[in-house]
């Protein structure tokens, strides 16, 4: 029998095996994967040169137990069908219901193949052990994730083609410091909301309408190792988290992560409801769960409970249906919709930049395990 992507050492096996597998009608997933809008999961490439020279001796006890823990994969062919998966009634499901669903796994493919094409590609340009090892690791996980939510897609008669997303999706540019901030937030809230959902299902086993549920609780445990890593990272140069302009930019990430997914999330209502799930209940959980990781390295944390920041998320969620509706009504007046959405988005996101954060006293080593 041929490899299977969760049993694939490297992120290249993985992407080989999945590409091994028979063709489906793949465009019309591939076209949701390639678009890139500020709610769509985008492509990052950096100066890998300047990564590439990063120094983690200031580190190096927290670093060599974590990577002897990525190194020792204990999620090793977990990411695969086995007899805990049920079958799925792809027909009997609600169209509107099942239409959200793709729509979520096709985002999640993508956000977590966005991961592994960045970090195989800081493992490619590299030339520091320390830093090549970490990277060819988390590219292993996020390719193995990547490709058993295809495996789910195939059922539905749909697949991501990565391949052809490698090379033709656009790459946004961000510099080192921006993606070492991007990138530790979306690792710890990937952990959040993945074990969130998790949790919730555990207790309400009847809401759980489709098997890949299950596997979200390793899963998120290699999220939070990937966070780990960068946690390490933004700790081997002090400046990075305690500059005057540094601290702003954190805040910015943390309030641009946040609101976007909170938007995004409040686009798929039947989800949420299927799951059982209220998205403002949700969001607010997944925020808390990650502000209280974020205190292993950020100097602060927002203030989730300030009587400005849900009726703000309201605002801008309501000027987003509102870009929505503008961009397909089209011509003249789709356009002054749209104009209209998105001053009312930006000003709303100014007004949650004011809101004062909460300072923190990060301890001094980072390190964490997964606690929820
Ligand atoms: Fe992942
Ligand atoms: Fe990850």
């Keep these: 029998m041929n490899m299977h992507s969760s049993n694939a050492a490297t992120a290249e096996e993985a992407i080989a095996a999945q590409e091994a597998l028979p063709p489906l009608t793949n465009e019309e997933a591939t076209k949701v994967a390639m678009s890139n809008t500020l709610l769509t999961p985008r492509f990052y490439t950096t100066d890998f040169e300047e990564m590439d020279a990063i120094d983690v001796t200031p580190v190096r006890k927290d670093w060599d137990k974590l990577i002897g823990q990525m190194k020792a994969d204990p999620n090793k062919g977990h990411f695969r069908?086995?007899?805990?998966?049920?079958?799925?009634?792809?027909?009997?499901?609600?169209?509107?219901?099942?239409?959200?669903?793709?729509?979520?796994?096709?985002?999640?493919?993508?956000?977590?193949?966005?991961?592994?094409?960045?970090?195989?590609?800081?493992?490619?340009?590299?030339?520091?052990?320390?830093?090549?090892?970490?990277?060819?690791?988390?590219?292993?996980?996020?390719?193995?994730?990547?490709?058993?939510?295809?495996?789910a897609l195939r059922e539905a008669g749909i697949a991501v083609n990565l391949g052809f997303l490698t090379q033709a999706k656009k790459y946004t540019y961000f510099r080192p410091k921006f993606i070492y901030y991007a990138t530790y937030l979306s690792e710890k809230i990937g952990y959040a909301r993945y074990i969130t959902?998790?949790?919730?299902?555990?207790?309400?086993?009847?809401?759980?309408?489709?098997?890949?549920?299950?596997?979200?609780?390793?899963?998120?445990?290699?999220?939070?190792?990937?966070?780990?890593?960068?946690?390490?990272?933004?700790?081997?140069?002090?400046?990075?988290?305690?500059?005057?302009?540094?601290?702003?930019?954190?805040?910015?990430?943390?309030?641009a992560v946040f609101s976007t997914m909170w938007v995004r999330d409040h686009q798929r209502p039947e989800f949420h409801k299927a799951l059982g799930v209220d998205p403002e209940w949700y969001g607010q959980e997944v925020f808390r769960k990650t502000s209280d990781i974020s205190r292993q390295v950020f100097p602060m944390v927002l203030d989730i409970d300030h009587p400005r920041w849900k009726p703000t998320l309201r605002r801008m969620e309501a000027a987003n249906v509102q870009i929505a509706k503008g961009r397909k009504q089209g011509g003249v007046g789709g356009w002054v919709k749209r104009m209209a959405g998105s001053a009312t988005a930006g000003f709303a996101f100014l007004s949650l930049m004011t809101i004062p954060v909460e300072k923190n006293a990060v301890p001094d080593s980072p390190r964490l395990e997964p606690a929820y």
């Design 81 to 151: 069908k086995n007899e805990d998966w049920d079958t799925v009634d792809w027909d009997g499901m609600e169209p509107k219901l099942k239409a959200e669903f793709i729509d979520f796994l096709i985002s999640s493919c993508t956000a977590e193949f966005s991961g592994c094409v960045l970090y195989k590609e800081m493992k490619r340009r590299g030339s520091n052990e320390d830093i090549t090892t970490l990277f060819q690791l988390m590219a292993r996980d996020e390719a193995r994730h990547a490709g058993f939510i295809n495996d």
């Design 197 to 255: 959902i998790f949790r919730h299902l555990e207790e309400h086993p009847e809401m759980r309408f489709h098997p890949i549920f299950k596997w979200f609780r390793e899963w998120c445990n290699d999220e939070f190792s990937h966070g780990e890593a960068f946690a390490l990272l933004l700790k081997t140069d002090p400046k990075l988290t305690q500059s005057w302009a540094n601290r702003m930019w954190i805040k910015f990430f943390l309030t």
